[in-house]
Every structure is written in structure tokens, then in C-alpha cells.
């Protein structure tokens, strides 16, 4: 269930910051270039959805994951400056905090099992 998890974590985490992004761009072309309302308010609806969506994937892949109360709280806050949801998966993947409790059975990362061959 580690391996789900960590994927469905790293998804939402890039979701979200191309979603950022995205605001981002549309905003910069709304107020900067003078390109009227362009796609702010539908980049700002999906930015909103993909936010929460993060948000809620977040609080759900602690718990298999064996996220401590601090890794949580960082993964949260990582949500609020643009791109930094990016940031913090790359640091979870490297950290191994994607791993989940497997990483103790496998001897490194849970998303990368080796299947066990099956002898007849």
C-alpha cells in the first residue's frame, strides 16, 4: 500500500504546481500584458481543486506512509508557496519519506519492490 500511496502523493504534488504555474502565467498575462480576463478564472478554479485535492491526499498518505507530525505539517505548508509542493516531493523521494514502513523489509525504497521470483 506504500508504493500507492507514495504515487498518488507524488501525482497530487506535481498536479499542484503545474496548477501554481499555471495561475501564475494567466495572472502574469491578465496584469502584466494588459491581455484581459484570458483563463484566470478557470486557472484559478483548478488551481483550487487541485489544491485541495492536495490537501486531502496529503492527510491521507501520512498514515501509510509513516509520515511523522513534522513531515506532515512540511508536505501542508509546501502547498502554500508556488511550486514548493514540487520542491517538497523531491525532497521526500530523495529523503526517503515516500518509502513508508517497507522501506524496512526491502532495504530502500518501497515505490521500487523487487518481485519475489516464484519457484514451482
Known amino acids: 500500500m506504500s508504493s500507492k500511496a507514495a504515487v498518488l502523493f507524488r501525482v497530487a504534488a506535481v498536479a499542484e504546481a503545474f496548477s ?6 494567466g495572472m502574469f498575462f491578465k496584469y502584466a500584458v494588459g491581455a484581459g480576463e484570458g483563463g484566470v478564472p478557470v486557472l484559478g478554479m ?15 498518505v501520512a498514515k501509510p506512509l509513516a509520515w511523522r507530525p513534522k513531515t506532515l505539517v512540511l508536505a ?18 530523495r529523503s526517503g ?24
Do not use: C, N
Not at 46 to 60: E, I, K, P, Q, T
Not at 77 to 83: A, D, G, I, K, Y
Not at 106 to 115: D, N, P, Q, R, Y
Open 46 to 60: 483548478v488551481h483550487g481543486v487541485v489544491f485541495v485535492a492536495y490537501v486531502l491526499v496529503s492527510l491521507a
Open 20 to 25: 501554481w504555474a499555471g495561475l501564475l502565467i
Open 76 to 93: 501542508l505548508l509546501s502547498s502554500l508557496p508556488p511550486l514548493f509542493t514540487w520542491a517538497f516531493e523531491k525532497w521526500a523521494l
Open 97 to 120: 519519506k515516500l518509502d513508508g514502513p517497507s522501506r524496512l523489509i526491502h532495504g530502500g525504497t518501497g515505490l521500487f519492490e523487487a518481485k519475489v521470483p516464484v519457484t514451482a
